[in-house]
């Protein structure tokens, strides 16, 4: 079961007492669960909650360059004292697009401070309308999405690869992290972000 952005555990408390039961999503099946095991699956909840955050206060794994279709990945060194921004996106994704002016803004803002932007992707298995497609036909469509709805990424660090997916957990786009000046993740957020949230965050980080 996978909470949706802003689900909190007491709104799913909120939600649960009303019907005096609770469908658990487990291994694809429903389970409809009485009292006793309500309060088992609350405590599933809340720890699906800290996950979201588990990275959190945590030194960031390195980026693998993959194939970059922006700038080069920088080296773990060039990132010392730096603050940086990871946005995981995708090429289908319409809310990564929806995104595109905020994170350009906040990456033009910031970029004299010490901000680093880097975006990145992996390849899915397909294009446009969903046809399947080898991997350099995929990457040229990547290519392409970013000319169109993001070209403020073209100077900035794409790198194509389901590796650095993997080491931080992204499982939904958009994806944001921030690493501070030492190298810690400070914020991992999934889902959309407003541009307060966000220049707000990187202020943080900066001052």
Request: hydrophobic share 40%.
């Amino acid at each position: 079961m996978r909470l949706r952005e802003g689900h909190t555990v007491e709104a799913m408390r909120r939600l649960i007492a009303p019907l005096g039961l609770l469908l658990v999503l487990s291994g694809g099946a429903a389970v409809a669960a009485g009292s006793g095991s309500a309060d088992a699956a609350l405590r599933q909840i809340d720890a699906q909650v800290r996950g979201l955050h588990g990275l959190e206060g945590q030194p960031a794994p390195h980026l693998q360059a993959g194939i970059s279709i922006g700038g080069r990945v920088p080296a773990a060194r060039e990132l010392d004292g730096k603050v940086v921004l990871l946005f995981f996106w995708a090429s289908w994704c319409p809310e990564c697009k929806a995104e595109s002016s905020i994170i350009a803004a906040a990456s033009e803002k910031y970029r004299g401070q010490g901000l680093v932007l880097i975006a990145p992707t992996q390849r899915y298995g397909f294009v446009e309308d969903g046809r399947q497609a080898a991997p350099d036909q995929e990457l040229r469509y990547i290519a392409h999405v970013r000319d169109t709805y993001y070209p403020f990424l073209r100077q900035v660090p794409t790198p194509v690869t389901d590796a650095n997916y993997k080491q931080y957990g992204v499982d939904s786009v958009p994806t944001h992290v921030l690493i501070d000046r030492k190298g810690i993740i400070r914020l991992y957020q999934r889902g959309r972000m407003t541009s307060e949230e966000l220049t707000a965050a990187i202020q943080r980080l900066l001052d």
